[in-house]
């Protein structure tokens, strides 16, 4: 038997597989030879037996090989139980049919019907389908079964004997039941196959293909892992597979948007797959799209089918459960009640409904697919199409009007969106604005601004009340339209009706967004003189104050005491859209004090804050954002470099994003990567615009400038400084103390007299706040500047301490002075060699340098730390009037250990190869050739004159 190792994508564990070596292609008749003329009824003791019940299903020519699932069955027939369960039109028996016919393992096939719920036709079948395989299986069953026939209580011994005889079937072999569910709870059924489980032989796997999980009790074979279960989850069709579907075995591709809104739609239920197909054969790539975007459960062959196979049959109760609930796009018990309890003689209790989801959750009508509560389910999107239309069909507009009312009454209390919406459905647009007027305290907690705004206008709003100017001056700030956001704030502010203090609140935090501290600090005063201000918004107004300060000369360790406090109460009291905001401060505070491990972890729960907000989560890539830029610090390049990857992938909002693209290309920078990091800062000013926010100017001023400077860009660093006047307060904490900082490096690299004054006041102001990371750099600054060896080691020892990113980050500095220090510290070493190229760019500037001294300084070490072309600058330089005997040799060591290395190929025609090029030796000169090739073969390459006139 051939063995072959294949790796499963889905599920944990390798699997062995069983398949031939050569795949079985589609359309393979199943039957062996000769097989086909056998009749399709048959008896067993007389008893008629359909052998459709018993052989494999016919697999379609197009059925796509589902690699991974069909993986996955390699392993788990190894077991002793399968459990494949899902409703219908999700593949089951396909699946099954096909890994029968690609896999060696003997599969036997029961199809499973509702007179099969009797014990002695269940048994019958079982030799049937046994018989198969082995022609003269289950003698002693049959005997017994003949005698039960005739009114002989033998089910037991029958039971027994059955399941001695299945040793008969030597070979691994898998038992199928398919439609188990049909079955599942007649009591016969469920002891004679727990019996059948429980002793059946080790190479014999039951596999049950079944609408509801089984309520076999199987504890003991839980425990010894001898059970495997798929369901719906891992049924449904990839967005990669439905693509296969259509290209590979439809043979008909669709465009990748079609893709998508096909996965959409049908969340992979393969039956709207099949159906899907059926229609949009013969037709355009234009009528294929309309067809699918117009896909709906409650019209055509799909309604059919979900009303024959999915509804049709099921109990008059549940049924109206169905239908009622189809209007809520999240079912849950207390919302449930809600609506079936319009025009009900008895209210429906939580006890009732949650029987009911849950019944519905086991038929497969409900899923909790991406939901976190236990009692919150939804529909299938065409099956929730179907239901429906159902109830357009079965209720008056008023009475469906109703039940929204209803859900929008009790759903308040927990969920303005949920309310707003079906107030609006209901038609009452007025009780849709009160509700998000009422709420709009949890609108800002949870962030979901873009979805009032959407609201609000679907309500006809005037856009000239309080509640409209708010959030539609927040949607305006996440788009990036500072100066609209201007007018609506200022506006709001010289209204003659003073704002509600929610209404200041939220005014405060737009203002913040914009950068206008000014503003914000001087609304959070008022705001703190409210009487009675709840808990909560008080700290935000302090949290703003203090964010004002610290931007100036304020210190950061109180700063961080009320930022914590903010997030740990909003955490306490999950909203989650405000801890993510406050966490996010907390962490950027961090990151100015230098503590970026602390950085890395507060700005990770805010990104966990922020996914768990359900809301815009504009800021969530400048979350992100900031984990990259506190990993770079800590000389941790691959996770910095992915975190602002994940920064681009979820940026979300216009006003954002220039922040995020200049920390990213700060980090760049620093990394050596001039050239990449100076386009992204430029592609980030080319849209900043004329109304751009003052947050975005100050970071322009401060970290656009730092790049230019560093890339040697000073022009256009001069221009960025004026951007932002420092006096003025921004959101970036420390930015006065930043952007002294940034002045005094410009000074120093462009040689003005002010870089130590700059670089000192620098210094202080940030060991005042407490701000480490610009200390660490503005103290290297004032060493350079005042030329002072030890003060300038002391100041690389001190940075380092703190996060050796800071030695990169004044790579420039310190390289210009870099002949000062005769015994270089560790720790500079350490990041020469952790990321030389970070140090390159500048050690080549510095050899252009008019002073040899520093010339030199940087030639040793970019002969340490250089590539390959640095040679010709070295021996350049080594070759220069005045250098020294001991710096002759410049160059030649990076040589040896840089060099391409180079290979000779001599079987057949002789072809030189020098690192990527290939040279033929046809097309050089034939003596060089000779040379060459009588060089290699001497030891260590070398000959005398006398010994190469003698072999050549």
């Known amino acids: 038997m051939t063995a072959t190792v294949r790796r499963v994508d889905t599920f944990a564990a390798p699997s062995l597989s069983f ?53 996955w069955l390699d392993s788990a027939v190894l077991r002793r139980v399968v459990y494949v369960v899902a409703e219908a039109g999700y593949g089951k ?31 019958h079948y079982l030799v049937a389908a046994a018989r198969e395989a082995v022609p003269d299986f289950g003698a002693s069953t049959a005997a017994l079964l003949r005698e039960a026939s005739s009114g002989e209580p033998v089910r037991d011994a029958a039971v027994a004997t059955l399941a001695s005889e299945l040793e008969q079937l030597a070979q691994p072999t898998v038992l199928i039941l398919d439609d188990y569910h049909l079955v599942d709870d007649a009591p016969e059924i469920d002891r004679l196959v727990h019996r059948l489980v429980r002793t059946a032989p080790e190479r014999l796997c039951f596999a049950f293909l079944t609408r509801r999980r089984p309520t076999l009790r199987l504890g003991r ?89 999915v509804v049709g049959e099921l109990p008059p109760p549940t049924r109206r459960f ?92 927990g969920s303005w969106s949920v309310a707003a919406r079906h107030w609006l459905q209901a038609g009452e647009q007025a009780e849709a604005v009160a509700t998000i007027e009422r709420q709009i305290a949890a609108i800002a907690a949870s962030g979901e601004y873009s979805l009032a705004a959407d609201y609000l206008a679907r309500a006809g709003l005037d856009s000239r009340s309080e509640v409209a100017a708010i959030v539609e001056a927040r949607v305006d700030l996440y788009a990036g339209r500072g100066d609209r956001v201007r007018e609506r704030l200022h506006a709001a502010l010289r209204s003659p ?47 703003t104050i203090s964010m004002r300060d610290v931007a100036l000369t304020g210190q950061l360790a109180p700063a961080l005491a009320v930022m914590e406090e903010a997030a740990a109460l909003h ?144 022009n256009i660093a001069h221009q960025r400084l004026k951007l932002h006047d420092a006096s003025r307060p921004s959101t970036e904490f420390a930015g006065l103390a930043h952007q002294t900082l940034t002045s005094s490096r410009l000074a120093l690299l462009t040689g003005d007299a002010s870089a130590w004054d700059l670089a000192r006041a620098a210094a202080e102001l940030a060991g005042r706040q407490g701000a480490k990371h610009v200390q660490a750099r503005a103290e290297i600054l004032v060493a350079a500047a005042q030329g002072s060896a030890a003060g300038l080691a002391d100041a690389i020892a001190r940075a380092a301490l703190i996060g050796p990113g800071a030695l990169r980050s004044e790579a420039a500095a310190i390289t210009s002075v870099i002949h000062l220090l005769h ?25 252009e340098n008019p002073d040899r001294r520093l010339r030199l300084a940087a030639g040793r070490l970019l002969d340490r730390f250089g590539e390959y072309a640095d040679v010709p600058r070295l021996r350049a330089l080594a070759r220069a009037p005045g250098t020294a005997r001991g710096d002759r040799e410049l160059g030649k060591g990076l040589a040896r250990r840089t060099a391409p290395r180079v290979f000779i190929h001599d079987l057949g025609r002789m072809v030189i190869q020098v690192g990527e090029r290939h040279i033929e030796a046809t097309g050089i000169r034939r003596k060089v050739a000779a040379l060459l090739g009588y060089l290699l073969t001497r030891p260590e390459f070398t000959a005398t004159r006398e010994q190469v006139l003698e072999a050549l």
Request: hydrophobic share 40%; with cysteine; aromatic share 6%.
């Open 19 to 71: 398949r031939p070596a050569v795949p079985v292609g589609p359309g393979r008749s199943i039957l062996e030879p000769g097989a086909a003329s056998r009749p399709d009824e048959g008896t067993v003791n007389d008893f008629p037996i359909s052998r459709a019940k018993v052989t494999p299903p016919p697999v379609r020519e197009e059925t796509l090989a589902r690699e991974r699932l069909l993986g």
């Open 93 to 123: 028996t396909t699946l099954l049919a096909d890994f029968d016919r690609r896999s060696r393992v003997r599969c036997l096939w029961y199809k499973l019907d509702e007179p099969d719920r009797d014990w002695l036709t269940f048994m």
């Open 221 to 309: 074979l839980h425990a010894l892992d001898e059970v495997r279960e798929i369901g719906r989850d891992e049924l449904r069709f990839s967005r990669e597979e439905t693509a296969r579907l259509f290209s590979e075995a439809y043979k008909q591709p669709l465009e990748p948007d079609i893709i998508d809104e096909l996965e959409a739609r049908t969340e992979g239920w393969a039956a709207s797959l099949q159906l899907v197909r059926s229609g949009i054969q013969g037709r355009s790539a234009a009528e294929v799209r309309a067809f699918v975007r117009r896909l709906s459960g409650a019209e055509g062959r799909l309604y059919d089918y979900l009303a024959e196979e």
């Open 322 to 413: 169905l239908t009622r609930t189809a209007i809520l796009e999240r079912v849950t018990p207390e919302l449930a009640r809600a609506v079936l309890g319009v025009g009900a003689e008895r209210p429906p209790t939580l006890h009732e409904m949650r029987a009911l989801i849950q019944r519905c959750e086991e038929l497969g009508l409900l899923s909790r697919r991406g939901e976190s509560s236990r009692w919150s389910h939804r529909y299938h999107p065409l099956t929730r199409d179907f239901l429906l239309r159902r109830l357009d069909d079965e209720l008056e507009p008023g009475s469906v009007r109703e039940s929204h009312r209803a859900v929008a009454r009790e759903a308040e209390p």
């Open 497 to 543: 009706i003073p704002p509600s203090p929610t209404a200041l609140q939220l005014l405060m935090s737009i203002a913040t967004s914009l950068g206008d501290m000014t503003a914000a600090a001087a609304m959070a005063e008022i705001l703190l003189k409210t009487d009675d201000l709840p808990e909560w918004q008080r700290l935000i107004a302090q949290a």
């Open 571 to 714: 955490e306490r009291e999950r909203r989650w859209h405000l801890a993510a905001i406050s966490r996010f401060n907390v962490a950027e505070l961090d990151r100015i004090s230098g503590q970026y491990r602390s950085a890395i972890a507060n700005a990770q729960r805010s990104v966990d804050h922020f996914l768990r907000s359900g809301g815009d989560a504009a800021e969530l890539g400048s979350a992100h954002a900031l984990i990259g830029a506190a990993h770079a610090e800590l000389d941790e390049f691959s996770e910095s470099l992915y975190a602002f990857n994940q920064a681009q992938k979820h940026s979300k909002a216009a006003a954002y994003e220039f922040e995020l693209i200049l920390l990213q290309a700060e980090a760049l920078v620093d990394m050596g990567r001039h050239e990449e990091g100076s386009a992204q800062a430029d592609q980030a000013f080319d849209g900043l615009g004329a109304g751009a926010m003052e947050s975005a100017l100050a970071l322009a001023a401060t970290t656009g400038a730092d790049i230019a400077t560093k890339c040697w860009e000073f």
């Open 823 to 847: 015994d270089l510290p560790p720790s500079l070493l350490a990041s020469m060699e952790r990321c030389p190229e970070a140090w390159r760019p500048h050690l080549r500037a510095s050899l």
